[in-house]
């Protein structure tokens, strides 16, 4: 640093103040009260050095006082302050002078001092951070902390742009290497919640699994959790819970392995149900495309799924399944209803169904059973219930019509055209 102190310290607002008071009192005996002290220019020497009190200071001809009386600083306990161009300290903690008889100092370096005796500003020093109180952290709480220059931390070197966490509960010391980013306090977790985090560099988790940047991963474990210094928190995620009545539909995002152990491929679809857990949380590669309703059928009812899943779980597209009941069931991904819930056909002696079969199978109902081809045509008549296969479509039902003795009916046989 170019110039004398004097030069220094010109325009600031204790050289005026201290200017001010000297020069229009033109005093030559100053007293200076225990735990003060005052700066004092030789001009000859060019060299500003420090008087403390108790003591009666003469000034001489070629001395000029600069700055003081002022009170010496003080920190209290738990207390601290940061001084800017510190003075230079041997192995014994004595002050280190340059040729000219002037305290050396660490310019633009700056230097924390906590707790203990009142001490004084030697020329050159000044402060950067006023008395503080130190930063209590509580417990479930942390600061976030940055290097801004390397250092060692207690055996753990620290790189300029560090950060890590310090957490409560305690009294953060602070050093001059180090910044305060910010005060993070803990998310607590409930029964049936998570916290999905992300991580916003390569870290280790709180369970000590190494993480890369953009990764994202949930947190299911019940309590306070404190988000590690690179860890983000995405969102908090809440359980749906399940009932016979309902069950989820999920779709996986990538190819992974859930949390029942079995792998999913990306895009895969699947159904998350009372059988499988009490609770779910989705897990980061999985997406909830909604909420699935029982499907309920009575005894007196019957339903036709389309596309419906094998036993290996992969949709058979264009395939169909006939469902009696009295049954409950869930609609698996992809398959739907033909035509709703249906009721099963009741006819009465003087009621019959027109039926055709769609491709080749064998009846059952008829005795002995017969072997329908694609397109045949057949009747049934009541009294009976009946519950068409898969196969098997309802072209029409028909009544009994009654005749009396004077009356008759002209009847067309649909193959041969001939009417009777």
């Not at 200076?32 to 700066?39: C, K």
């Not at 983000?232 to 029942?260: G, M, P, R, S, W």
């Not at 909830?288 to 309703?293: P, Q």
């Amino acid at each position: 640093m170019k110039g004398t102190y004097a030069e220094i310290l010109k325009g600031s607002k204790y050289y005026k103040m201290g200017q001010d008071k000297n020069e229009s009192s033109k005093q030559s005996i100053y007293r200076i009260p225990p735990y003060h002290y005052l700066h004092v220019l030789d001009k000859t020497a060019n060299v500003t050095r420090i008087e403390t009190g108790p003591k009666t200071y003469i000034r001489q001809e070629n001395e000029h006082v600069i700055f003081g009386p002022e009170k010496m600083v003080i920190i209290p306990p738990c207390h601290y302050c940061i001084i800017c161009n510190p003075v230079v300290r041997d192995e014994q903690n004595a002050l280190v002078f340059d040729s000219t008889g002037q305290v050396k100092l660490r310019h633009a370096d700056l230097e924390v001092r906590l707790e203990q005796d009142p001490f004084p500003l030697y020329p050159g020093e000044h402060m950067h951070t006023d008395v503080t109180p130190m930063i209590v952290v509580s417990s479930n709480s942390a600061l976030r902390l940055k290097a801004i220059r390397d250092f060692e931390d207690n055996g753990i070197k620290r790189v300029a742009g560090d950060e890590w966490l310090f957490e409560g509960p305690g009294t953060f010391v602070p050093r001059k290497e180090v910044e305060v980013v910010e005060t993070a306090s803990a998310i607590v977790i409930n029964p049936n919640q998570a916290l999905k985090l992300r991580a916003r560099a390569e870290t280790k988790d709180r369970d000590s699994k190494q993480r890369v940047t953009g990764e994202e991963w949930i947190v299911k474990k019940t309590g306070a959790y404190l988000p590690g210094a690179y860890e983000e928190i995405v969102d908090v995620v809440n359980a749906y819970v399940l009932t016979d009545k309902d069950a989820v539909h999920v779709k996986a995002k990538k190819t992974f392995v859930d949390d029942f152990g079995k792998t999913r491929k990306n895009g895969e679809e699947w159904l998350i149900t009372m059988q499988d857990t009490e609770t779910y949380i989705p897990g980061v590669y999985e997406e909830v495309l909604g909420i699935v309703t029982v499907t309920t059928l009575s005894n007196r009812q019957y339903c036709v799924i389309l596309d419906p899943q094998g036993p290996d779980g992969k949709p058979q597209f264009g395939r169909k399944k006939l469902v009696k009941g009295e049954k409950s069931f869930f609609l698996q991904p992809g398959e739907k209803l033909e035509a709703g819930i249906q009721d099963v056909h009741v006819l009465s002696e003087n009621e019959g169904l027109i039926l055709r079969a769609r491709e080749a199978f064998q009846d059952g109902t008829a005795t002995p059973p017969v072997m329908r081809s694609p397109g045949d045509r057949w009747m049934i008549k009541g009294p009976a219930e009946y519950i068409p296969p898969t196969e098997v479509e309802i072209i029409t039902k028909r009544y009994a019509i009654p005749l009396d003795e004077n009356e008759g009916i002209y009847v067309r046989n649909i193959k041969s055209g001939h009417v009777s």
